[in-house]
């Protein structure tokens, strides 16, 4: 063999056995060795609810609030049904009404809109947390934003003003202002001073629907907690899971 042929022949020779480790030359085939490549698995911190869980986030970012209580109100309202419209107009997941929506700056054409519908439910939601502040507590101060989101503020306040007139506090719910929205619909009650707003004779849908977004608000976070449980153990059995954020 020529001297020019050698160098180049060793440096084949070379680099074959630096990839191989010498085994293909000196030891024959390598057999059961692996490369390994890391599988991420994504997947979601947040338990499925609904099709509409992301506009859910999206809207309760806007608030401070927690999703699923906003999931809470419009499985109560609709079902998550997005074509739903009520006998009195209420219309989309939130049910709200149209005169609520254009207020938000939602056109007609966009009423039934998932996400148009949703976040003008926030709207509507922020400005009744806002009307009451005063009410520390979170759980005591949603039965007023329940209460309101489903009878209209103005037949809240009244029963608010009731409670207030024959020495009981204005700003719980349970067994007070409750109580007061009952008597709104006689008219020792609706026709008293402090009432602005006329009688109300719709108080059972009204309690109902707060003590049934409560429940569900409270069936959504109990699935979360066993989702959160799930993701634990999957967590402790395989490192290469990340979680979706």
Known sequence: MQLRYIYPLALIIAFVMFITEGDVIFRGKVKN?????????????HVTISPYDEKF????????????FIAAIAFTESRFDSTAVSGVGACGV????PATLRGFGVPDSLHM???????????????????????GDF???????????????????????????????????????DSFLVLKSLPEFYTDSVCRNGSFNDWKQTLSFVKKV????KRFNILQ??????IS?????????RIRR
């Open 33 to 45: 060795v692996y490369v390994y490549t890391p599988q991420y698995k994504y997947i979601s911190p």
């Open 57 to 68: 986030r999206e809207a309760a970012d806007t608030l401070g609030w927690d999703w699923k």
């Open 94 to 97: 939130m049910q709200v009404m």
């Open 113 to 135: 809109d998932t996400r148009s519908n949703i976040m003008a439910a926030a709207g509507l939601l922020g400005s009744l947390d806002h009307l009451y502040r005063r009410i």
């Open 139 to 177: 759980n005591e101060r949603s039965n007023f934003i329940l209460a309101s989101y489903n009878a209209g503020a103005g037949h809240i306040g009244d029963a608010m003003n009731l409670a207030e007139k024959h020495g009981r506090p204005r700003y719980v719910w349970h067994q007070n202002v």
């Open 214 to 217: 409560k429940r569900s608000w």
């Open 225 to 230: 907690e066993r989702y959160n449980d799930s």
């Open 233 to 241: 153990r999957l967590l402790a059995n395989d490192t290469t899971i």
